[in-house]
């Protein structure tokens, strides 16, 4: 099992960054591909970005591409995402999720979640 702890989250007007950051409490974190997930109110879980067990793929989603970076430190057990040129439809919850396998950004294939941060872009 694997506990995660999100940071970061706040308010931001449009164009402005914001560093997120996920604590991993596992002896293994190596073991675990990561993603960063976002929830807006009244619609779906979306992954955002997501990064392999040992951080050597990243994965994003359309939307994000050339504005966000995943990245992981292994020996600090933690993943940072790093967001800029926000935009207001990047509000949302952000969670952190971790599964025993090789990424995806197939937001259900995630097994262990953080309880959120919230992201707020502010026009």
């Known amino acids: 099992q694997v506990q995660l702890v999100e940071s970061g989250g706040g308010l931001v007007q449009v164009g402005g960054s914001l560093r997120l950051s996920c604590r991993a409490s596992?002896?293994?974190?190596?073991?675990?591909?990561i993603a960063w997930i976002r929830q807006a109110p009244g619609k779906e879980r979306e992954a955002v970005a997501a990064?392999?067990?040992?951080?050597?793929?990243?994965l994003y989603v359309d939307s994000v591409k050339g504005r966000f970076t995943i990245s992981r430190d292994n020996a600090k057990d933690t993943v940072e995402l790093q967001m800029n040129s926000l935009k207001p439809e990047d509000t949302a919850v952000y969670y952190c999720?971790?599964?025993?396998?090789?990424?995806?950004?197939?937001?259900?294939?995630?097994?262990?979640w953080g309880r959120g941060t919230q992201v707020t872009v502010a026009s």
């Open positions: 990064i392999s067990r040992i951080g050597g793929t990243t």
């Open positions: 999720a971790a599964r025993r396998s090789a990424e995806t950004l197939r937001a259900a294939y995630y097994d262990y």
């Open positions: 596992t002896r293994t974190f190596s073991s675990y591909a």
